[in-house]
């Protein structure tokens, strides 16, 4: 694939961030592109220094440490490198932390988009991709989840600051003809991951000789979604703005879009702790002899969690000729495999 562009990538040492980059640069010659990453230290700042020293390595790659919340930053850069395509993936994550840090997610979240979007007004751009989330849809009953359903009860912060970006971003599509598409990802996974979820942190307990909780006693159900067909996505989206059109009216329609980016194929917890310790033993991370059921613990649900998430994928199919498909076991054998070449297990 050939392109000319300028893009800018904020959140680019992050899990997401940084592999989207790393295939962007990997795959076109004449794309520049911009990462923007305040390396902060939510999970191990090494794993985000690792992510970035792959990127440095390409020509085409400038990397600005900076804050989303810094207004005059993001307008100077914005001047400066007149960017075609802005994909925001910068953002405090994870619900279980909004709990108990919500300026976080507020300066994060809300302000820095906010920065974004006006950044985005005064300085024309072709698209702006940003990430929302699975999270969105609240203890939503009806599943799979689709872009059409009323999502107005968040069960976290996080889950309302991703909420607002997509009203945020609604009001700027329609006021100012700037073309945005949100996308909700659904629990992402795969190597160099975030420490902080799942996979990642019984990984680290299991092999620490440490306890693992299973909230909802293992009645939960998550759609995991393997991380290249989460760039996949992204990547299909980002060369397809929303069409600028007139309405019945004859003014204009905001050239707005938002899809679910997830597995359409929900995995039972105990189901995936039990693909994951087999694959940690396959890989010689864990003895043949670990003893399992003496590291697992089924505790309650966790305020702010949701018992299932599930992706309608049918809009992404429709309009992108994607949906995806990587299969549990597949991903987390790339994630072991990972895991054990940077631990040295
Ligand atoms: N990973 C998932 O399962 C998942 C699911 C749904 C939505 N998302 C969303 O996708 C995006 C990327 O997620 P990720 O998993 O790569 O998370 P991540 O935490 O690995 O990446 C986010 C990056 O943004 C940076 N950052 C945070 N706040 C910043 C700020 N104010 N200014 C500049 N940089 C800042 C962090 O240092 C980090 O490197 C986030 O918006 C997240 O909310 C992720």
Known sequence: MKTNKTVIITGSSGFIGANLTKRLLIDNNDIHIVGLDNMNDYYDVGIKEYRLNELKSFNNYTFIKGNLEDKELINKIF??????????????AGVRYSI???DAYINSNIIGFY?????????????LVYASSSSVYGSNIKVPYSTDDKVDNPVSLYAA???????????????????TTGLRFFTVYGPAGRPDMAYFSFTNKLVNNETIKIFNYGN?????????????????VMNKAPEKR?????????PYALYNIGNNH???????????????????????DYDFEAHKELVPMQAGDVPITYAD???????????????????LKEFVKWYKEYYKK
Request: aromatic share 8%; proline share 8%.
């Open 220 to 236: 939960c159900k998550r759609d995991f979604t393997y991380i290249d067909d989460i760039v996949e996505g992204i990547i299909r």
């Open 115 to 127: 920065n974004i979007l006006e950044a985005c007004r005064s300085n024309p751009i072709k698209h």
């Open 161 to 179: 600051t991703k909420k607002s970006n997509e009203l945020l971003a609604h009001a700027y599509s329609k006021l100012y003809n700037i073309p």
């Open 100 to 102: 108990t840090n919500p």
């Open 246 to 254: 007139n309405g019945k009216d004859g003014l204009p329609m905001p």
């Open 79 to 92: 001047k400066e490198y007149k960017f075609d395509i802005v994909i925001n993936l910068a953002a405090q």
């Open 266 to 288: 929900p995995e039972n917890l105990l189901d995936f702790v039990q693909i994951l310790s087999e694959e940690l033993v396959n890989a010689g991370v864990l003895p043949k």
């Open 313 to 331: 994928t049918t809009p992404l199919e429709r309009d992108f000729n994607f949906k995806p498909h990587t299969s549990l076991r597949d991903g």
